[in-house]
């Protein structure tokens, strides 16, 4: 019954969730499908440390003009408060995630980038809280080296290679 709840309000993570459930049981037989939901979920509370700082930036972004809506499972914002955030970081990015939070300066940015911000949120589903202090050690490392510590970073590197 709570499941079909959150299937009417979340549709798209249902259908994610249905298919992979379903690709999962195909696999291993019914009895264990249960296996492959719990993967899910427990992506979405390993990251949900960084995710509750983007949840923030979105409740203020929509206090301040700005949309949201899911897509794939990820929580896309733009306009208001996210656009000022995005246009004062050091690299002037038009996308940004925060674990299952995407902040875009505005819907056609957010569409440009999405394969690779969702590398970005891949990389938090594997690193959890750990995520933004090891991006930050990856822009330091780039530094010391002498090279970009935007450009050179290992976990854009890797989302420009992915997307």
Known sequence: MLLN?????????????NRLAEAYARRT????????????VWRYLWASPVTLFGLL???LSLFSGGRARTHTGVLECHGGLARLLL???PVHAHAMT?????????????ERT????????RQTERLGALFPFAYLASSAWALLRGRHYHR????????????
């Open 5 to 17: 709840a959150v299937n009417e309000r979340l549709p798209q993570h249902s259908v994610a969730v």
């Open 29 to 40: 037989g019914p009895r264990f499908a249960w296996v492959a939901l719990l993967g899910f």
């Open 57 to 59: 930036a979105v409740v």
């Open 87 to 89: 246009s004062v970081t």
């Open 98 to 110: 925060l674990g299952h939070v995407v902040l875009g300066r505005d819907a056609d940015c957010l």
């Open 114 to 121: 999405r394969a690779h911000e969702r590398v970005h949120v």
């Open 152 to 163: 050179d970073n290992w976990f854009e590197r890797d989302a420009r290679r992915s997307s």
